[in-house]
Nanobody, 125 residues
Framework: QVQLVESGGGLVQAGDSLRLSCAAS????????MGWFRQAPGKEREFVGS????????TYADSVRGRFTISRDDAKKTMYLQMNSLKPEDTAVYYC??????????????????WGQGTQVTVSS
C-alpha cells in the first residue's frame, strides 16, 4: 500500500507560481509511475503530467506543457508540481497518484492504483 498526501495548494493571481508537493508513505516507489491529475467543478478528472521512476521521463498535458514541471525525489518519497504562469482555467482540485509502471497509458486514471485526497488550487483573474 502507498499513502499519498498533497500540500501546497492555495489562492493565487493569474501569472503567479505555486508548487505542490505529494508526500508518499508505505511501500517503496521504485518502479512506480507518479502523476498529477486535476478536476474542476462539473468536469471530469484530467491528466496534468507524470514522471517515471527513472525521474527522467515525463509527460505533460498540452494545456500545461511549458508552464508546469514535475519532479520526484524518491529518497524523500516526494513528488512536486511546479506551476508557473498560472491561469484561471488552472483552477481545480489537484490530485497526485502512483502506480506500478505498465503499458497502460499514463494519461489515464487506470494507470494509477493509489490516490491522494487532493489540494485546491484557485487562480483569480
Amino acid at each position: 500500500q502507498v499513502q499519498l498526501v498533497e500540500s501546497g495548494g492555495g489562492l493565487v493571481q493569474a501569472g503567479d507560481s505555486l508548487r505542490l508537493s505529494c508526500a508518499a508513505s508505505g511501500r517503496t516507489l521504485r518502479f512506480h509511475i507518479m502523476g498529477w491529475f486535476r478536476q474542476a467543478p462539473g468536469k471530469e478528472r484530467e491528466f496534468v503530467g507524470s514522471v517515471w521512476s527513472d525521474s527522467k521521463t515525463s509527460t505533460y498535458a498540452d494545456s500545461v506543457r511549458g508552464r508546469f514541471t514535475i519532479s520526484r525525489d524518491d529518497a524523500k518519497k516526494t513528488m512536486y508540481l511546479q506551476m508557473n504562469s498560472l491561469k484561471p482555467e488552472d483552477t481545480a482540485v489537484y490530485y497526485c497518484a502512483s502506480g506500478i509502471q505498465s503499458t497502460i497509458s499514463v494519461r489515464t486514471t487506470r494507470a494509477y492504483s493509489y490516490w491522494g485526497q487532493g489540494t485546491q488550487v484557485t487562480v483569480s483573474s
